[in-house]
């Protein structure tokens, strides 16, 4: 949620501590942040992600070739089941936008994208996809897209990727994930040039 900041060096003391747990889960913790790109090692220890520019933008253009085909796989495997979990994470995200919890609706935003890649139905693209989520978490929490205008916007963009996927539309909904994640690279690109990182009002 982005709470701890980028580039902020992890130890399994300071992970237990603040957790309130024992040193083995917050090694077991930081190995799996690890794995999901959150977290690198580095010759000093384990550091929170730091983003670059370059790197969201190689960050998107791979995640929107790869969640177009999961898109697409998906609207192939449409059936009652797959309907009906969509249906329940989009209503889970419109819940937690009218509650108004940015932190909530990020979750839930990317459950909806993760249970796409997981009735995708392949594992070396599931794979793939989960090694993403440290770095679209820590972008999320720099752009803050879950408040204000944008939040109904971003609900009426999950309906339509939802409905196309769930009707078996496969090239719609290939092309609807693609061209959502292309409209958010300028305003994850201009993260980096505002003098406050938490003034994202002209985005």
């Not at 449409?78 to 009906?84: C, I, Q, T």
């Not at 996809?129 to 408040?147: E, H």
Request: contains cysteine; aromatic residues 2%; glycine residues 8%.
């Amino acid at each position: 949620a982005g709470h701890i900041p980028e580039g902020t060096r992890l130890t399994e003391r300071q992970v237990s501590q603040m957790l309130g747990i024992s040193r083995m889960p917050a090694r077991e913790a930081l190995m799996i942040l690890e794995g999901e790109g959150l977290v690198v090692r580095r010759a000093d220890g384990r550091h929170v992600i730091e983003l670059s520019e370059e790197g969201v933008r190689e960050l998107h253009e791979v995640r929107w070739t790869l969640e177009r085909l999961a898109a697409e796989r998906a609207a192939n495997n449409v059936n009652d089941r797959n309907r009906a979990v969509l249906r329940a994470r989009l209503s889970q995200l419109e819940e937690s936008a009218a509650n108004g919890d940015p932190a909530l609706c990020a979750k839930r935003d990317l459950a909806i994208h993760r249970e796409i890649w997981r009735q995708a139905d392949n594992a070396y693209l599931l794979s793939l996809l989960n090694s993403l989520l440290g770095v679209i978490f820590v972008l999320a929490a720099r752009v803050k897209i879950y408040a204000g205008d944008h939040i109904e916007r971003l609900i009426s963009q999950h309906r339509e990727l939802v409905d196309l996927v769930s009707s078996g539309d496969r090239e719609g909904a290939g092309q609807c994930v693609e061209t959502q994640l292309r409209g958010v690279l300028p305003q994850s690109l201009r993260t980096f040039h505002i003098q406050d990182p938490g003034d994202v009002s002209d985005l």
